[in-house]
């Protein structure tokens, strides 16, 4: 016996993802409903390379009574508004959507992190995933953490395109094709060109200089992990289309080679270590498109702090930053509290 899930928001970037990680890992379902806008309805996504076409249904009428799990990437509006009427309804919301991250009454999780957090979700139905580039950083923060106490971390992401939804992506492509082309570039999605550039500035600014974004790594580092680690973000979107990337500095309470780190990388949940020190022995965004990992490179000491370490962190942010993540909240809600048969 197994779940009815709904897919909501199915016809974008990371609802379709949705669908593919759904099939791919043979999550026990009864029953997928694809859900999207009213402009959606009826149009048709596949439910991963089945080959099993499903028509899409309209949020505003869609009832999930009867629903198990509601996996939601359609934005912090919709969330808003639809996620406590499926709660209400008993369906259990993982939702993708900054909106519900920062509630004291819903847990925010990272399965390979704080899967405990996970009992807490009654309280309102709503379990929420983290933004894509914290999802990473924490994976890779996590078993460092647990062996010599994280005191302060610096990072700066490289993030593509792909984060920013259909729209970044088209625009990306458009724009280095009018380069080649010698067509004027116009600049729609984002507030600079991003062919052949980089910018630094993702979501809105904030009175203290620092962008929605960077606010949004401090405190779901802190809520997800520990809330005394001290953390400053830059966050770069950069013109790579799928795959986020990020330089991270550490500084811990205790000692810890980079021989250690490298050991206990190795071994840890989720993580893929490629630290090989000569050309090409490190990954970058293109050879982690499609995998589920999160890989990291380039483990060196830092030697301008007493116990600092440095890294390189990849990852699939449609995948481990999204869509996967959701999945596997959803994996996790079922082995621990929606069992069936």
Request: with cysteine; net charge negative; glycine share 8%.
């Amino acid at each position: 016996m197994g779940y009815r899930v709904a897919v909501v928001g199915a016809t974008g970037n990371v609802g379709r993802e949705m669908m593919q990680i759904l099939a791919e890992r043979e999550f026990p379902c009864d029953e997928v409903a694809a859900v999207a806008s009213p402009r959606s309805t009826g149009s048709e996504v596949e439910f991963g390379d089945t080959g099993r076409m499903l028509k899409c249904k309209n949020i505003e009428h869609f009832d999930f009574t009867g629903y198990d799990i509601a996996l939601f990437s359609a934005g912090g509006g919709p969330a808003k508004e639809y996620a406590p009427k499926a709660a209400a309804q008993g369906c259990v919301v993982i939702d993708n959507s900054s909106y519900w991250r920062m509630d004291p009454d819903v847990p925010l999780i990272v399965p390979e992190v704080n899967p405990d957090a996970i009992d807490g979700y009654a309280k309102k139905n709503i379990i929420a995933n983290p933004n894509c580039s914290t999802a990473q950083l924490v994976v890779a923060l996590k078993p460092l953490h647990d062996a010599a106490t994280i005191k302060r971390v610096v990072v700066s992401t490289y993030q593509s395109v792909s984060g920013a939804g259909k729209a970044g992506m088209d625009e990306l492509f458009e724009q280095s094709r009018a380069i080649f082309v010698g067509d004027p570039v116009e600049a729609k999605k984002f507030t600079k060109q991003i062919a052949f550039n980089l910018i630094p500035h993702i979501d809105v600014f904030l009175d203290d200089g620092f962008t929605k974004e960077e606010w949004k790594m401090t405190v779901e580092t802190k809520k997800i992990l520990d809330p005394k680690i001290k953390l400053t973000a830059t966050c770069v979107r950069v013109p790579v289309f799928v795959g986020h990337s990020e330089a991270v500095s550490i500084e811990f309470a205790n000692e810890l080679s980079a021989k250690d780190a490298q050991d206990i990388l190795r071994e840890a949940p989720g993580i893929m270590l490629i630290d090989k020190r000569e050309d090409g022995g490190y990954v970058t965004p293109i050879e982690c498109v499609g995998d589920g990992a999160t890989y990291i490179s380039r483990v060196r000491e830092d030697p301008t702090v007493e116990n600092g370490l440095h890294l390189w962190c990849v990852s699939d942010n449609l995948r481990k930053g999204a869509a996967l993540n959701a999945v596997q909240i959803a994996e996790l809600l079922g082995r621990r509290h929606l069992k069936k048969g």
